[in-house]
């Protein structure tokens, strides 16, 4: 079992920035590999970023290419997600999740690969 739980989500003017956090409960933490999802009211789930175990290969949605960045600390437990350059379309509930995988290559981009949730953090944009 492993337990995720971000921070970080706020109100912020578009342009602005954020990094949001994700501490993970489980020891083994270095073997999953990590993804960020976001929901908005009204919308389903769309992935926005993931990172393999090692942190040695990243993967993002074109959304949020060249604007976003996800990275990971092992020895935290923890996985960041650095957002810049905001854009009110980027208002959603972000939510980091957790999948094991059989090597430090390994990422994954659709939802139904992880085995774990965070609850969420809200994160507002204005224009």
């Known amino acids: 079992q492993v337990q995720l739980v971000e921070s970080g989500g706020g109100l912020v003017q578009a342009g602005g920035s954020l990094r949001l956090s994700c501490a993970a409960s489980?020891?083994?933490?270095?073997?999953?590999?990590m993804g960020w999802f976001r929901q908005a009211p009204g919308k389903e789930r769309e992935f926005v970023a993931a990172?393999?175990?090692?942190?040695?290969?990243?993967y993002y949605a074109d959304s949020v290419k060249g604007r976003f960045t996800i990275s990971r600390d092992n020895a935290k437990n923890t996985v960041y997600l650095q957002m810049n350059s905001l854009k009110p379309e980027d208002t959603a509930v972000y939510y980091c999740?957790?999948?094991?995988?059989?090597?430090?290559?390994?990422?994954?981009?659709?939802?139904?690969?992880?085995?774990?949730w965070g609850q969420g953090t809200q994160v507002t944009v204005s224009s």
């Open positions: 999740a957790a999948a094991p995988a059989p090597s430090g290559s390994y990422y994954y981009t659709v939802g139904y690969e992880y085995a774990y």
């Open positions: 990172i393999s175990w090692s942190g040695g290969s990243t």
């Open positions: 489980r020891r083994t933490f270095s073997k999953y590999a």
